[in-house]
């Protein structure tokens, strides 16, 4: 592993978004969510997110995520990706969401 400066973490804007809608996108090749996700004074952006191993579609409204906002949008299977709702693959290669574990304001920036 490479070692980066804390210039290199301060550009990454990583921020707090609550998931106000998700239903499966039917293009993605593999299984995929397309998400709305509220973040605040950065306005609701969309997500596309394999997260259907999981998660339920209506068990995602509501929670809270954090989410990388500063990449160029992406298309990915006909929806424009804004933002990146981060987690980690688990032991069966499935993601796993990053999240919080106490109410935070859409927005935050991680600390």
């Known amino acids: 592993m490479s070692s980066i400066t804390w210039e290199d973490f301060q550009r990454v804007e990583l921020r707090v978004g609550t998931l106000l809608s998700a239903r499966l996108n039917e293009k993605a090749n593999k299984p995929a969510y397309v998400l709305e996700v509220d973040l605040g004074e950065l306005g609701v952006k969309t997500s596309s997110a394999q997260l259907t191993a999981h998660y339920g579609a209506d068990e995602l409204i509501g929670r809270q995520v954090l989410c990388v906002c ?11 990706s804004e933002v990146l709702v981060t987690g980690v693959y688990d032991a069966d290669d499935k993601v796993v969401l990053a999240g919080f574990d106490k109410p935070l304001p859409n927005g935050a920036r991680l600390a």
């Open 70 to 80: 500063n990449f160029e949008p992406k298309r990915i299977a006909g929806v424009r």
